[in-house]
């Protein structure tokens, strides 16, 4: 079959996940990310695109620690107004009444409504044009009982969860 030339831009399926880092000054915030992969898996580590404009890519940058959080069906509503916010406007997360523990390996926010937190100390982070992808190495990992198998291993294939760009939906 012959092969004709395509536009030049983004095209892999998008990647989203929920993304919570915390200030100097305490303050919790959450955003969506399009970007979020695997980088490593020895050592484990994921890494995740911040715009430099939006509020939480300073929050990063002061404290270098985020979580990456996966959400289920049924929590787009949360989904959509962490992704569509500001956290310079408020507390995002108190707006949506979610419950915030402290992580128990970074200086950053656990989600526990959401049911996957990947708690990640930044180690690393290169510009590549409109976002800075920040690698996070893996420190700690919570999930719902019905995503963990027999082996102890995270099977997100077994949660319903969100998948790509819910903006689209």
């Not at 959401?114 to 044009?129: L, Q, R, Y």
Request: proline fraction near 5%; charged fraction near 25%.
């Amino acid at each position: 079959m012959a092969k004709k030339s395509a536009q030049i831009r983004p095209f892999m399926p998008s990647a989203s996940a929920i993304v919570s880092c915390r200030g100097k000054d305490g303050f919790n915030n959450a955003l969506v990310v399009g970007f979020a992969c695997n980088c490593s898996y020895d050592p484990p580590m994921v890494m995740v695109g911040i715009v430099p404009s939006r509020h939480s890519y300073s929050l990063v940058k002061e404290n270098p620690c985020f979580v990456v959080h996966f959400a289920r069906e049924g929590q787009e509503e949360a989904w959509k107004y962490l992704g569509s916010e500001s956290g310079r406007d408020g507390d995002k997360l108190a707006h949506l009444g979610l419950t915030v523990e402290d992580g128990t390996a970074v200086n950053a926010p656990v989600i526990t409504d959401f049911p996957v937190a990947v708690e990640c100390t930044v180690v690393d982070s290169i510009m590549t044009g409109s976002h800075e992808m920040f690698v996070g190495k893996i420190e700690a990992i919570h999930a719902d009982e019905d995503l963990i198998d027999d082996e102890g291993k995270l099977d997100l294939s077994a949660g319903n969860l969100i998948r790509g760009d819910i903006r689209k939906r």
